[in-house]
């Protein structure tokens, strides 16, 4: 304990909080003026059909250009946004971004479908279905291209709410999908429930399917439990040709990971 060590220890111990305390207060101001000047990019990775090799959608990930450090990673400055309510702004600015984009590629031909990631706050946020709808209007997207992403977590918390809420949000025509599925605590009396379209099999199952029989039998069941939910499935994370083989053998329709490729600019983006 910080007070054990006596009057020094304890001292160290408020410094170092304050220390974290002002770092995390920069880190807010940063993002914040990230967010006013533009320092944001959003980066798009694909999601392929396991039976046609073709790109079906596109995962949107949001990436900090900052001016000196480079590319920041969203696992840096997402949990501070979503600490702070920054994630409100930042949450809407990625989604007007992605639409746009998505948009963008209809207009050259390119039927994608593209995903947004929402974080718990936005779940929360009585504000959330009014934005969705005016930036699906502004942005002259169509609503059923459009799939949100929510985590296991984010629905569980609350999961009689979250229906209400899943609800609303599936009213204006767009998709759903839980994320990082099996890492939470669905029970499979909420699935059922839950009007979601697609389980996103979370990539740490995937990371060990050709060596460890426990991950691929859980990845398995999913992949039956999807279907008989009559679900989509897309496993996460898929990085080599072995764990490709599982997944194809299994059933699984659909793949995302460094195999197919990386997340990349709008502009970068491999032709389906
Ligand atoms: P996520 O939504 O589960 O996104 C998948 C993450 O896995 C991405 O990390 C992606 O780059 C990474 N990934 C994809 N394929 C592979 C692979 O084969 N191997 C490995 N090792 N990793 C792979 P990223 O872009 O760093 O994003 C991390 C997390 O940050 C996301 O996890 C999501 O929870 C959050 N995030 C990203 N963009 C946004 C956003 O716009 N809004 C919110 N609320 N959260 C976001
Ligand atoms: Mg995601
Ligand atoms: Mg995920
Ligand atoms: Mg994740």
């Given at each position: 304990?910080?007070?054990?060590?006596?009057?020094?220890?304890?001292?160290?111990?408020?410094?170092?909080?304050?220390?974290?305390?002002?770092?995390?207060?920069?880190?807010?101001?940063?993002?914040?003026?990230?967010?006013?000047?533009?320092?944001?990019?959003?980066?798009?990775?694909?999601?392929?059909?396991?039976?046609?090799?073709?790109?079906?959608?596109?995962?949107?990930?949001?990436?900090?250009?900052?001016?000196?450090?480079?590319?920041?990673?969203?696992?840096?400055?997402?949990?501070?946004?979503?600490?702070?309510?920054?994630?409100i702004?930042?949450g809407a600015?990625?989604l007007?971004?992605?639409?746009?984009?998505?948009?963008?590629?209809?207009?050259?031909?390119?039927?994608?479908?593209?995903?947004v990631?929402l974080?718990?706050?936005q779940f929360a946020d009585d504000n959330l279905v009014d934005m969705v709808r005016e930036t699906l209007a502004e942005?002259?997207?169509?609503a059923?291209?459009l799939?949100l992403?929510l985590?296991?977590?984010?629905?569980?918390?609350?999961?009689?709410q979250a229906i209400e809420m899943l609800g609303r949000l599936k009213a204006l025509g767009v998709?759903l999908?839980?994320?990082?599925?099996?890492?939470?605590?669905?029970?499979?009396?909420?699935?059922?429930?839950?009007p979601?379209?697609?389980?996103?099999?979370?990539?740490?199952?995937?990371?060990?399917?050709?060596?460890?029989?426990?991950?691929?039998?859980?990845?398995?069941?999913?992949?039956?439990?999807?279907?008989?939910?009559?679900?989509?499935?897309?496993?996460?994370?898929?990085?080599?040709?072995?764990?490709?083989?599982?997944?194809?053998?299994?059933?699984?329709?659909?793949?995302?990971?460094?195999?197919?490729?990386?997340?990349?600019?709008?502009?970068?983006?491999?032709?389906?």
């Amino acid at each position: 304990e910080a007070k054990a060590g006596g009057r020094n220890t304890y001292r160290f111990y408020t410094e170092e909080l304050t220390r974290a305390a002002q770092e995390r207060l920069a880190l807010e101001a940063a993002l914040r003026r990230a967010l006013e000047r533009n320092e944001l990019v959003v980066h798009y990775q694909p999601v392929v059909s396991v039976a046609t090799g073709h790109m079906i959608a596109v995962e949107a990930l949001v990436r900090w250009n900052h001016p000196q450090e480079g590319l920041v990673s969203p696992l840096r400055f997402v949990p501070v946004a979503e600490d702070t309510g920054l994630i409100i702004p930042l949450g809407a600015w990625v989604l007007r971004a992605a639409c746009r984009q998505g948009r963008r590629w209809l207009d050259s031909g390119r039927l994608l479908s593209v995903a947004v990631n929402l974080s718990s706050r936005q779940f929360a946020d009585d504000n959330l279905v009014d934005m969705v709808r005016e930036t699906l209007a502004e942005t002259d997207f169509p609503a059923r291209l459009l799939t949100l992403e929510l985590t296991e977590s984010t629905i569980m918390t609350r999961p009689d709410q979250a229906i209400e809420m899943l609800g609303r949000l599936k009213a204006l025509g767009v998709k759903l999908s839980i994320d990082d599925f099996g890492t939470g605590y669905s029970s499979l009396a909420y699935l059922k429930r839950f009007p979601v379209d697609t389980l996103k099999i979370d990539r740490s199952f995937v990371a060990d399917i050709v060596d460890d029989e426990d991950d691929r039998m859980i990845v398995a069941a999913v992949v039956v439990m999807a279907r008989q939910l009559r679900l989509n499935v897309i496993a996460e994370g898929v990085e080599n040709a072995d764990q490709f083989d599982y997944l194809n053998r299994i059933g699984c329709a659909a793949c995302q990971g460094y195999l197919f490729g990386k997340p990349v600019p709008a502009d970068e983006l491999p032709p389906d």
